[in-house]
DNA sequence: AAATAAATTTAGACAAATCTAAAAATATGT
DNA sequence: ACATATTTTTAGATTTGTCTAAATTTATTT
């Protein structure tokens, strides 16, 4: 019944990211260049996590996520994006402004601060990003999205979320006037360099295909 | 220019406290008996702080806070504060509830969450229990106040805080319907247990020494 | 003022989380 | 399939924050 560490909860929810979701095995490798760390660092901590029953560890095999990891992972995401709706509807930071410091909030423990946090909130389905929030009961929604460079021209759908959360390509989504929610039609694609010209809640554009492949879609 | 750890910020918020708000030097035992810890761990703490330049420690002769510890010290405490004022006013904690969360709370770092919470709070003066929310700047409001069991019989006063803001005294005071804001009047003063008898807004009551030793008046 | 008690510090050990360097296992290429 | 490259693990060291036990300093008592 020992307690998850800070840095045990890093290691978990970096294993749930990894593994699709907590559904795949990742790589020693993957963990360290994901959390700029060390290999040696990461092995030492997988057994630790293995001998707690959070994690499959298989020398040399990658590890993957047992379900009560899994319950760890998603409790932890959980409070991270309600922490990030606080941020930005609460306390106006802006969408890029908010991930390092909910990196932080995340690790407070208690359960009726995220209980009441969430209340407060009005129980957000999705977080400033588009990403969905997992329940208090561990449930966590999938929702259909398909990447804005995968779908073929002539597509309409609705922009839902972003797979790069980074700040700098988060501002160049504020400064082409992209946001979430807008409608997107996909007019015609350029074989070259695989841009898209398309209309962004009726405006035209041309987005790059480092663009279009970190923006998500639900198609209409 | 080292950043402060979470726990050497626990150290400089005790040494402020038990130092009569950063004034007085504290002994080793002292720090040791509040942080239930133990005196040699103290002794290396403040031994690295006195290397950062904190605190200013010579052997055996105790502790006291340099100008660096006390706007340290002033900074975790202003957070803590306005984290309780955040917890209680927007998520609706009792007064009871808050400390130990707004005790993980005040670590985060981010100065400019520190602003943005203040200006979401409306910008208070006080914590729920009554005391002073440091400024910004590092100034620290000093109010008088004085403990109800220190005053002569017939005195009027507002019930401006509490000395001990232990879960148990505050559900006391909630239980007995004694809030901070209250007028409070002593009628007399019973010397065999010195247990008083006041009006708490307008409703007659006896309350122990116990009591009257941990509440401040600001005297009419 | 010497003896005793109390407070404080030092020395050495330990656990957590990390690192470097070297060894071992697995994967890859021709 | 064998040599080489890559990945992963082990071994040993380091830092932070803590502890216990012993030594030292300061305070108190008679």
Redesign the pocket.
Known sequence: MNAI????ENYLKTVFHLGADGKQAV????IARSMK????????????LGEKGLVNYR??R?VSLTEAGKRAALSIIRKHRLWEVFLVEKLNFSWDEVHDVAEQLEHIKSEKLVDLLDQHLGFPQYDPHGDPIPGKDGNYPSREKQLLSQLPVNTKGICIGVKDSSASFLKYLDKNRISLGDKIHILEREDFDNSLLVTVADTEMRVSHQIAANLYLKIL
Do not use: F, I, L, W
């Open positions: 560490s800070h840095s045990e790589a020693t490798n993957a760390t060390k290999p040696s660092s990461v092995t030492d901590m997988m057994q630790r020398k040399y990658g």
